[in-house]
């Protein structure tokens, strides 16, 4: 047996020797005075033939001996007992020595070994006939018919047997530590099940020799047979081997982490099982993962040139192939030599990977660690079976990653969310707890509930995805944008101050603030902002998102960008509070209305009142509507509101129908109701709960609502106007809309914003944009209601004009119930039905 090469993986122990000339040094020094001492004094004087024929059969049976690797360990396991036994016999120690010697540093030579390796093997072969013949001077020798002697040879080539596994262990043992038990024992097991064998085999020969010299016309076929079948034993072990490796490699694989240290086992493996110099794998962008490449090299080195190039001619030759690949410096092509070149390597195994996300990864193994044992195409089968658990196993990697990256990113527009988002705000600040700065804004998507409610749930998603592209592009480089939830996105600022974080935020609204084309309409994307600064906020990612959240109530109830402040606590507190709220509030009573008059212009008659919401809140006091109705709208609870007023407004109704006086209640609508798929239901259920005409009931609508593409489309405005109540368009002239849009539409009447008709006794201008309302109404067949009239010159304006209705301070403010009746008794007074009407009528007394 010859060692090839010793393991360079981590020893057991440290080792001793470092010099590669040091084994062979020592075994030469003990070969020397070893041979001197116990090989003279032989009896036999063999022929040149005898010598020759001998040094021929130590050559032929070192050719066909069984390379094998354990590790990095190769070994050469052959039939040389065979002709060592018989050598002994027929030619003497001395020149056994001598041929087994010149032979093994023939083969040796011819397989190119390094000088070193050689000298320490030869050595080995002259110890090894030594240790025999010291053994056979001690025991018995007789003639070779005796078995006595057959017991002698036996245990004294058993014996060098012995010594030259010893001799290799320890030289490996010096140079590299102990190398383990699975090493020591693939040494020793040929020693003790091959060897003996072979010693018999020979013995038998010379028997059969001694007996007749035609027994070589037997000996000769049989010996052939055994060489062939020693070779398809050889041939039958290696393919044993390879599956082996490629089981062993499986268990490995399934124990693997599914992280950068997983794959780097994976790479590790796959050297350590193919006895690799060097492996690489290199694996595509992943989810938010660059791509990567993974190396283990005998030096350890984390890169070398070539597998990370997708212009590399082995990559290129691996997709096309679709399959594992061969490459040796023997039969290469230029390009596939420059290839070789350019990773310093003789021979390349190469294949493809499957991933996750469908793009080819790229896998090569180059250069085996062993002299002897070179890539064969039984390493590119076992290759090819490993391939399926490293994709199997890459595919897993990746499946986690997915799921991981899933738990922490949102599904829709890719981006982190929440909880990212917070783990990224505590390491940022974690990295430097003394001076650690960010900045946190907290954006709101103005119009997402419209739109998911009238366009549905595929147009908000599409608006969401347009809205994540605007952040990216106009946030820092440096920021990280996450969408939190619903309609909420959030940009982290790393460095910036509370100022600075105002700035970026006023900036980012600004470039955000765009018309973009959603469902095959065009949309405005506006964003109000909430704004937190760390350390001033807080720091940790809870207090600062918490507080982010705070300003940006603050923002949405007053429009625009808001930062956080302690007094918004307060504030969001009694928010929420009144959210809880609303529902008992009703049933208290502490959500009323009042009523405003609206006269006819011309006549002075009371023509109808417009029902407002108040909230007389027994802790907070009087609670504006706009901060309630805006509140009610975003929990969901405005229909209740709605149905409320609505309920309160048609009971006065009653009251003034059972006086017989006929006087219309106006109520306002929200868009929000507008949208629920019950509304028609109700107010007619309202109405015929209160018994009152849909005549008397006029329902304000704003302008937005009214021209709104998912209102416009339905019927809602249609199916409310079959029930006989009228529809007026409240605050015309602060929206979009033009007149002649409403032309399409079944509304009765419009009321010119009070923004107008306050400036008319002052303004030109404003009075022609009225008169201008006023007569283009008129054209298209609709009435026209002025608010906010609070002096006599505006109202003989408007009276000139043609405005049909007026309402304001000059005819009332907005009043309760019981001091509207009290108005009604001082300053109205009650005319008779008019020609057609069931109902009397009230007329403010001049």
Not at 65 to 83: N, Q, T, Y
Not at 99 to 122: C, D, E, G, H, S
Not at 480 to 504: D, H, I, K, Q, Y
Not at 725 to 752: A, H, N, W
């Amino acid at each position: 047996m010859t060692v090839a090469e010793q393991d360079a993986r981590a020893p057991h122990r440290r080792p001793v020797l470092t010099s590669t000339w040091a084994p062979g040094s020592l075994a030469v020094a003990a070969a020397v005075p070893l041979s001197l001492l116990v090989l003279p004094g032989g009896p036999q004087t063999p022929t040149a033939a005898g010598v020759l024929a001998m040094f021929l059969a130590f050559v032929a049976a070192e050719y066909i001996a069984l390379h094998f690797e354990i590790r990095r360990h190769s070994f050469d396991c052959s039939a040389g007992e065979v002709a060592f036994v018989i050598a002994l016999v027929e030619i003497g120690g001395v020149w056994t020595a001598v041929a087994r010697a010149a032979a093994v540093t023939v083969v040796l030579v011819v397989q190119q070994l390094p000088a070193a390796k050689i000298l320490f093997n030869v050595a080995v072969a002259a110890i090894e006939v030594c240790v025999a013949v010291a053994v056979l001077r001690v025991l018995p020798v007789g003639d070779i018919a005796e078995p006595a002697t057959w017991l002698s040879y036996l245990l004294a080539i058993a014996a060098a047997d012995v010594v030259g596994a010893l001799l290799v262990m320890g030289a490996i043992t010096a140079t590299h530590g102990n190398p383990g038990r699975s090493v020591w024992t693939g040494v020793f097991a040929p020693v003790v099940l091959v060897g003996p064998v072979a010693v018999l085999a020979g013995l038998s020969i010379l028997l059969l020799v001694d007996a007749t010299a035609w027994s070589w016309l037997l000996i000769a076929p049989l010996a052939a047979a055994l060489v062939l079948v020693y070779r398809r034993f050889a041939t039958v072990t290696r393919e044993g081997q390879s599956l082996e490796r490629v089981y062993g490699f499986a268990r490995q694989v399934e124990q693997v982490a599914a992280d950068e240290a997983g794959t780097m086992q994976i790479v590790r493996s796959l050297r350590e099982l193919l006895n690799a110099e060097r492996v690489a794998l290199w694996l595509p962008p992943y989810l938010d993962e660059p791509p990567r490449l993974v190396v283990a090299t005998e030096s350890g080195e984390a890169w070398y040139d070539g597998p990370g190039d997708p212009d590399d001619v082995f990559r290129r030759a691996v997709l096309a192939a679709d399959g594992p690949i061969l490459v040796s410096a023997g039969r290469v092509d230029e390009q596939e030599a420059a290839g070789l070149a350019r990773r310093g390597v003789s021979e390349l195994l190469a294949a493809p990977l499957t991933t996750a996300a469908g793009e080819p990864g790229y896998l090569e193994i180059c250069d085996r660690s062993s002299d002897v044992v070179s890539f064969a195409d039984s390493d590119r089968a076992a290759m090819d079976s490993m391939l399926t658990h490293v994709n199997a196993a890459i595919r897993h990697q990746q499946l986690l990653t997915q799921i991981r990256y899933d738990a922490d990113h949102d599904r829709l527009t890719g981006l982190p969310n929440r909880q990212r988002l917070a783990a990224e705000i505590d390491d940022l600040l974690a990295a430097d707890p003394a001076g650690g700065r960010a900045g946190l804004i907290l954006a709101a998507l103005g119009n997402y509930t419209e739109v998911t409610d009238t366009l549905g749930h595929a147009a908000s998603d599409e608006l969401l995805l347009v809205t994540a592209g605007l952040l990216r592009e106009h946030a820092p480089p440096q920021a990280l944008v996450a969408r939190m939830e619903s309609e909420r996105f959030a940009v982290l600022l790393p460095g910036l101050s509370l100022a600075a974080t105002e700035r970026a935020a006023r900036r980012l609204r600004e470039a955000a603030a765009t018309r973009v084309r959603v469902a095959g309409l065009d949309l405005e994307v506006t964003l109000t902002i909430g704004v937190a600064s760390a350390p001033v906020h807080g720091t940790d990612s809870g207090t600062l998102m918490q507080r982010a959240d705070v300003a940006l109530l603050a923002a949405t109830d007053s429009g625009g960008v808001a930062s956080y402040h302690p007094v918004l606590d307060q504030q969001s507190l009694r928010r929420l509070q009144l959210g809880t709220e609303i529902e008992q509030a009703m049933a208290d009573g502490q959500i009323s209305v009042v009523f405003q008059p609206i006269i006819d212009a011309q006549t002075s008659d009371i023509v109808s009142v417009e029902t407002l919401v108040r909230w007389a809140h027994p802790r907070y006091g009087s609670i504006p509507p706009d901060d309630f109705i805006h509140l009610a709208e975003q929990i969901g609870r405005i229909g209740a509101v709605t149905d409320h007023v609505l309920d309160l407004a048609l009971a006065r109704c009653r009251r003034w129908l059972d006086q017989d006086i006929a006087l219309s209640v106006a109520v306002n609508l929200s868009v929000h109701c507008l949208t629920e798929p019950d509304l028609v239901a109700r107010v007619r259920g309202a109405l015929q709960r209160h018994g009152v005409p849909g005549e008397l009931l006029t329902l304000e609508l704003t302008e937005g609502s009214v021209v709104d593409d998912s209102v416009r489309d339905s019927t809602v405005l249609a199916d409310l106007h079959d029930l006989g109540l009228r529809l007026s368009m409240d605050d015309f002239g602060t929206g979009y809309s033009s007149l002649s849009q409403l032309r399409q539409l079944p509304i009765d009447e419009v009321k010119i914003d009070k923004s107008f008709i306050l400036g008319m006794s002052t303004s030109q201008g404003e009075a022609f944009i009225a008169r201008s309302i006023i007569e283009l109404a008129h054209n298209l067949g609709l009435r026209v209601v002025a608010e906010g009239v609070e002096d006599e010159m505006t109202r003989n304006l408007l009276t000139e004009m043609g405005c049909d209705k007026l309402q304001g301070f000059l005819v009332s403010r907005p009043l309760p119930d019981d001091r509207l009746e009290n108005w009604l008794l001082a300053r109205t007074g009650v005319r008779s039905a008019a020609p057609g009407a069931a109902h009397r009528r009230l007329f403010v007394r001049g």
